[in-house]
């Protein structure tokens, strides 16, 4: 093995299959910082009771600004505006385009203005409803205004529901690259009404998918075994409300262990490092976040076996159940696009690279490595 490492992972011993469930079941998780503790409930229907819950955790709040996009709103805003209005909220809407490219600086200083003209105060907040884009832009909208304001997210993608609403990373996209004007600003609830997962477009669902996999890889083997017997959208939706479950229950430990991203939260980078080469190397056009990520796990995972650090059965298990959720297991992708993605191109920045790799399944390790010793590892496969 390579360079220094910080090994993590660990099972929460959920020893019950991922079963069919009948009717509706809640679900709630404690993310348990410090001052700044709430909870993530989880339950199909629950967007019809978010006034009910909000009264609970906005207790002084009058107004309530709901940022969507032209997606999700038409679908769902209403049904969220009739049970905060009904919990005797004052709401306005605010819309913003579907898609990556709404979650800029001039879209967070078009909200800015709109929530003052709304008379936003700062006992006041947002609600974000949608998926990652109106996540992370109405949530940096509520970390800035007013020098921060309370949020509560209801995200509405598999991966938003699994992932970006949870552990308070909020930003927009620079043209440096994206996610690079952000804070770390935790929301007061989290609000899954897993229903919602059934209007979405296959390719989403699979792309949320690309970061549930992730978990059973770094964290739990019984999980993506689990995983890997359902094999198909409609058999983990019998199962929806357990999946969400685990996945936030990992991430909320992940949080509360290392919140502002100097160790163990770098394992939910898995297969991102490679999965940003391929999205880069085709303009971010050809291949989605999920798909990029799910062929970057597999070759992470290869790495991993080359370096003598992951057992040699992993890669296979990765492709495999990748391939089950419509996902691709490998990107083509040249040396020079690699070389840009790590920081070693013809800029010539050297340096070192934090690599997760799997030193069993279920167990992450983040190896640091030279960015010229991590190309010579590309190259050697
Ligand atoms: P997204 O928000 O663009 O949603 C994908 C598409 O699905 C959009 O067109 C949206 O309108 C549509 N949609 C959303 N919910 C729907 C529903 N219920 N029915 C039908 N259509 C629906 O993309 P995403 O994949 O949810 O999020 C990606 C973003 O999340 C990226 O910007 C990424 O950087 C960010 N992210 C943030 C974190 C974090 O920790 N903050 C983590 C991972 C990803
Ligand atoms: N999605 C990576 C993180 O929240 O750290």
């Not at 967070?108 to 974000?128: C, K, P």
């Not at 020098?147 to 509405?156: L, N």
Request: one cysteine or more; proline letters at 4%; hydrophobic letters at 45%.
């Amino acid at each position: 093995m390579v360079g220094e490492s910080e090994s993590c992972g660990k099972s929460f011993g959920f020893a019950c299959a991922l079963l069919p469930r009948k009717g509706s079941v809640m679900n709630r998780l404690n993310v348990a910082l410090p001052g700044r503790e709430y909870e993530i409930l989880i339950e199909r229907g629950l967007l019809d009771a978010v006034g009910k819950r909000c009264r609970v955790v906005l207790m002084r709040a009058t107004r309530i600004a709901l940022v969507t996009d032209s997606t999700v709103g038409p679908l769902y805003a209403q049904r969220v505006v009739d049970s905060l209005e009904a919990a005797r909220f004052q709401v306005k809407v605010f819309t913003i385009p579907a898609g990556e490219s709404s979650k800029n600086p001039e879209m967070l200083a078009w909200l800015w203005e709109e929530l003052m003209a709304f008379g936003l105060t700062r006992t006041d907040a947002v609600v974000a409803l949608g998926g990652g884009v109106v996540g992370d832009l109405a949530g940096f909208a509520a970390a800035t205004i007013l020098r921060g304001i309370d949020y509560v997210q209801i995200p509405t993608t598999l991966l938003a529901q699994v992932d970006s609403s949870v552990g308070g990373k909020v930003a927009v996209d620079l043209q440096a690259g994206k996610n690079l004007a952000g804070a770390f600003w935790q929301p007061r609830m989290v609000v899954i009404d897993p229903d919602v997962l059934e209007t979405l477009p296959d390719p989403v669902f699979a792309d949320g998918m690309a970061e549930v996999i992730k978990y059973g890889c770094i964290w739990d083997a019984e999980f993506f075994d689990m995983l890997d017997q359902c094999g198909s959208r409609e058999r983990v939706m019998a199962a929806i409300e357990q999946v969400i479950h685990i996945c936030c229950a990992i991430k909320a430990e992940v949080v509360l262990q290392d919140e502002h991203d100097r160790g163990l939260r770098m394992i939910l980078n898995f297969g991102h490092t490679l999965g940003h080469a391929y999205e880069k190397a085709y303009h971010y056009e050809t291949y989605t976040h999920g798909q990029a990520v799910a062929a970057g796990m597999c070759r992470a995972a290869e790495i991993g076996v080359h370096m003598g650090v992951t057992p040699a059965e992993v890669p296979g298990k990765i492709q495999s159940i990748v391939k089950k959720f419509g996902l691709p297991d490998a990107i083509p992708c040249t040396q020079a696009d690699y070389e840009e993605a790590v920081g070693l191109d013809k800029k010539g920045q050297g340096g070192d690279i934090s690599v997760i790799l799997l030193p069993e399944l279920g167990k992450a390790e983040a190896v640091r490595l030279k960015k010229s010793e991590l190309m010579e590892q590309i190259k050697a496969l």
